[in-house]
């Protein structure tokens, strides 16, 4: 099965059809009027239907087994054909299409083996999706390259030379995702004149989004929030929260981080654990949607 434990729950919804063709106006009529011998057609399917969305991941090897938190299948009738609409709904990490073609597919069958006895030339065909929405694809909001990003890591041994900015790179190419590049990097030592001094450097340089990793912990140099939180102009608190509780799902210790968030004039500053681990894991909890503030802010600004 595919990894989807880096991944955030969100809403998940997809609407799949199949569509039945029966032969003759006589089955319909039969459908319709509930006289055909094995029961009533569209309420049989449609708990055959229910059934077959909750136990999709049962009979499709590679299918996540995920709650469904919402189901609804109905019938329309065209002609000779009979359009199966089924709606599936989820909060979770992975979508719900397999789940709703599987549910259109059952649905099919069952009319199939229910309409067989009075029609011998039934077909089953189309069945597809029609819809899905929900998870990153839906809040993807890449950065123009015109918005300058930098990349500071807080570190008295990297600052110094003596150890390599791994968490920096990592973050680099975790950002180059979303067509973040050209970022510019720096390395400051652990103390609060430092930090400062850099945050107004590249507001001054013009820097929409920076990111300062490392010293958001509790030992006696990390000092990174305590420098930049006097800074802010606009704190936004929900950003850290939504990155301390990915973390927390992932690593007890990540209720320790301190790290804020927010405006200093128009730049956007976060700050990140400095172990790559805890670096990679805010990147995946905020990206791309926090990118959706530079889209709210050029509104602003261009209104």
């Not at 729950?9 to 011998?37: C, E, F, M, Y």
């Not at 009319?111 to 819809?131: A, F, G, N, R």
């Not at 930090?195 to 300062?212: C, H, N, P, S, W």
Request: hydrophobic share 40%; glycine share 8%; net charge neutral.
């Amino acid at each position: 099965m595919v990894n989807i434990t880096h991944k955030s729950s969100s809403l998940r919804q997809a609407i799949a059809t199949a569509i039945l063709r029966v032969s003759g106006q006589a089955t319909i009529d039969a459908i319709l009027q509930k006289k055909v011998p094995k029961g009533d057609v569209f309420e049989f399917s449609r708990a055959a239907g229910l059934l077959a969305i909750k136990k999709t991941s049962d009979v499709i090897p590679d299918c996540h087994p995920l709650p469904i938190e919402y189901a609804a299948i109905t019938h329309r009738i065209e002609g000779l054909d009979i359009i199966i609409s089924v709606e599936a709904r989820t909060i979770y990490k992975t979508g719900v299409e397999v789940e709703a073609m599987h549910g259109a597919s059952v649905v099919a069958l069952t009319m199939y083996d229910m309409l067989k006895p009075i029609d011998k030339s039934i077909e089953i065909s189309t069945i597809k999706l029609e819809e899905k929405k929900g998870g990153k694809t839906d809040f993807r909001y890449e950065m123009p390259d015109t918005v300058k990003t930098a990349i500071v890591t807080c570190s008295d041994g990297v600052a110094s030379g003596t150890y390599p900015d791994r968490t920096g790179d990592l973050i680099e190419t975790k950002l180059a995702q979303y067509n973040i590049q050209g970022v510019l990097r720096a390395a400051v030592y652990d103390d609060v004149i430092s930090i400062q001094a850099k945050v107004k450097e590249l507001k001054d340089a013009g820097v929409r989004l920076a990111i300062f990793t490392g010293g958001t912990g509790l030992s006696p140099r990390d000092v990174t929030p305590d420098a930049i939180a006097p800074l802010l102009d606009r704190e936004i608190p929900g950003i850290m929260e939504a990155a301390r509780n990915y973390g927390q799902q992932r690593m007890p210790y990540a209720m320790l981080s301190r790290g804020v968030a927010g405006f200093i004039g128009d730049m956007l500053v976060l700050t990140f654990p400095g172990s790559p681990r805890g670096s990679e894991e805010s990147i995946d909890a905020l990206f791309p949607a926090i990118l959706h503030v530079f889209k709210v802010t050029e509104g602003v600004r261009h209104s």
